[in-house]
């Protein structure tokens, strides 16, 4: 979102009003930028995020693009890549606090 904030003509990539979903302009294979259809795609990696069962990612996800974002202070990245598997795994598990039995009676 910092990205998408410092380079506003990629505001197109987000900000589709009608899109086909089922057929992409980009091309990955074009190695000429300029012929690779960038800006005719979208961030459809988005809406799969929107959804993350991780709800910091999805909050984020819903938030670019949204008006009161632009007003927002950037984010600090180091929040979100300091964070290893194991370290959201253990927040998660301290977060729920409620223990499933493993055996029952």
Given at each position: ?105
């Amino acid at each position: 979102s910092n990205l998408l904030r410092k380079h506003p003509e990629c505001a197109c990539l987000y900000d589709r009003k009608s899109s086909d979903e089922l057929t992409d302009a980009f091309l990955p294979q074009e190695n000429d930028p300029t012929k690779a259809k960038a800006l005719q795609s979208s961030l459809w990696e988005l809406v799969v995020l929107e959804h993350h069962y991780y709800a910091p990612v999805s909050t984020l996800a819903k938030s670019i693009g949204a008006p009161e974002e632009a007003k927002a202070p950037p984010h600090d990245i180091t929040e979100f890549s300091s964070h290893t598997y194991k370290s959201l795994f253990d927040q998660e598990r301290k977060k729920r606090g409620k223990k499933t039995p493993l055996t029952f009676h």
